[in-house]
């Protein structure tokens, strides 16, 4: 089963969230459309899909996520702004 990590950030870009899914598609949809109201994207209103990684295996992508998680937030924005350097939002829904 594949896996994606994914950053969302708000839109001033001061709150970045870090997840994991094996559904990138209506993961996104479903934080942008704020189904779960006790989510950490609802209450800090990260609404844009500002970096993707896709794995192989969801296992892959578990570890990495539990690895970036540690990370401070400057090597975090570093990885954003390698391929997104104006924080666009990449999901198109």
Known sequence: MPGYVYFMANKYNSVLYVGVTNNLERRIWEHKNGIDKSNFTYKYNCHK?????????????????????????????????????????????
Do not use: F, M, T
Not at 64 to 78: L, P, Y
């Open 49 to 93: 899909l500002v970096h993707c990684e896709s794995y192989s295996d969801i296992k892959d992508a578990i570890a990495r996520k539990k690895q970036v998680k540690r990370w401070n937030r400057e090597w975090k924005n570093a990885v954003v702004e390698k391929d997104n350097p104006d924080w666009i939002d990449l999901y198109d829904g």
